[in-house]
């Protein structure tokens, strides 16, 4: 039942406070008619308590009084309309298209705030996913229904990579795959480098792109998240396909809500952000899974930039509490120019072990990974003893480790942006040409028979 009230009491940026109402509820929508204006602006309910109603807008509160405008609450949240026609599509942090073409006819309407999946009902992740990048699918495999964030720092290339990833995505095993990319907060020069990534590679078929550039409305930075994950969701558990989605940048979206938060006059916790910075982000990342009796899945790559590359920062230290690994690019390889600047060491993929192995990828991926990863370690530390005593103070061995850490970034870490690597013939091939640069009896990770079929001559 709507409801209209003319006592707005007053405006303070995005913000509007309307007395005197009843029966409001919490993200309910709200039309504001500003005298002089012929149209409405749209807001949401951000707080209801004893008679009066906090109201978020979607637009700029600029030309907006309080004497004479009209506030007329709706009875109804924030819904977007879904349909498989969303593929191939462009939407903006509303749910509306901006691509040119006709809005889509929904086959039904979902509430977009959406809940956690109950863990009871849900399925253990379990089936790889490849990227065709090296450093994820053979040291830090993604496994369906996993979410793994990508820890980024200003001026580092993670909008390549989440586009990179976006195009290559796939499942081997010949089930429906989409993806599903929100970008929030982004300059416009990145959203039509999205845009026209997906487009030229083709990609765009089987994805669905929502937008939200940094001059848009704060309040649609924070729907943007929640109306792709509607989107994966419908996508996933009624049209049984499994869906990757990728939302960059994390770290504007905990601006956005800092921001209202800032709005609402509430008592700041760690570095200005909200005290619920924690829960908020959990009821994003835990839409992520499979499902008891449902075939298709949501898988997570949420990416954030570290402010001042500091991973102990609030966002990505809740982000890591609550996800089940990290991928961590390194300024050093990004100085270097090796693309992707995934620093090996610090990342990590919780679930890695369910989805590799016989059957998934191949049975000797489990020992290569953990031999490249033992030998890239060993070979940074024989690298910096190396600065202190020289190289000449090195045995054979050490400088075997020393070869094999330099040629493991150029060949392995370093690959082209468009370079698709297939798990089986690149990266582990790869992995096992790599590996004899070192002496046989240094393998100790990898089994004798893997090492006789694998390591050619």
């Known amino acids: 039942m709507q409801k209209e009230y003319k006592t707005v009491a007053s405006i303070a940026g995005p913000l509007m406070v309307v007395e005197g109402v009843e029966g409001v509820k919490y993200e309910e929508l709200v039309e504001i008619s500003v005298p002089g204006e012929k149209g409405t602006r749209l807001g949401k309910v951000l707080e209801a308590s004893e008679g009066k109603a906090v109201v978020q807008m979607f637009e700029s509160s600029q030309g907006a009084v309080t004497e004479g405008s009209k506030a007329r609450f709706l009875g109804e949240t924030m819904k977007l309309g879904v349909s498989e026609d969303m593929l191939g599509r462009v939407f903006n942090g509303a749910g509306k298209p901006i691509d040119g073409q006709p809005e889509i006819i929904p086959e039904k309407r979902l509430e977009i705030s959406g809940t956690a999946i109950n863990p009871y009902s849900r399925d253990y992740p379990n089936d790889f996913i490849q990227t065709g990048i090296s450093t994820i699918d053979c040291l830090n495999t993604l496994v369906r229904g996993q979410k793994l964030p990508v820890f980024s720092g200003a001026g580092l ?258 690959q082209g942006e468009y370079e698709d690597r297939d798990i089986l013939k690149d990266s582990l091939g790869i992995g096992w040409e790599l590996l004899k640069l070192l002496p046989k009896a240094e393998l100790k990770r990898v089994k004798d028979e893997h090492v006789e079929k694998y390591m050619t001559k």
Do not use: W
């Open 157 to 414: 290339p993670h909008n390549r990579i989440a586009s990179q990833i976006a195009r290559q995505a796939k499942v081997n095993d010949g089930s429906d795959f989409a993806v599903v990319f929100a970008a929030m907060g982004v300059t416009f020069e990145e959203a039509q480098f999205f845009q026209s990534e997906f487009e030229k590679t083709g990609a765009i078929e089987k994805a669905v792109l929502f937008v939200n550039t940094a001059d848009d409305p704060v309040v649609e930075r924070i729907a943007t998240p929640r109306l792709a994950l509607t989107c994966a969701e419908y996508l996933a558990y009624e049209k049984e396909m499994h869906v990757l989605v990728v939302l960059t940048d994390m770290t504007n979206y905990a601006e956005a809500l800092r921001e209202v938060s800032a709005a609402r006059k509430e008592v700041p916790g760690r570095r200005g952000y909200p005290g619920y910075l924690y829960t908020d982000l959990a009821t994003i990342y835990e839409r992520a899974g499979r499902v008891k009796g449902k075939k298709g899945s949501v898988t997570q790559i949420p990416i954030l930039t570290m402010p001042e590359d500091d991973i102990t920062h609030p966002i990505p230290d809740l982000t890591g509490y609550i996800t089940e690994g990290q991928l961590v690019l390194s300024r050093e390889l990004h100085r270097k120019g090796v693309y992707p600047p995934a620093d090996v060491l610090p990342s990590l993929s919780r679930l890695k072990d369910k989805g590799i192995g016989e059957g998934k990828t191949r049975e000797d991926h489990s020992g290569v990974m953990n031999q490249l990863y033992a030998s890239y370690a060993r070979g940074k530390d024989v690298r910096e003893l190396a600065v202190i005593l020289g190289e000449a103070a090195l045995d054979e061995t050490d400088r075997a480790y020393m070869k094999f850490a330099d040629t493991f970034e150029d060949k392995y870490i370093r």
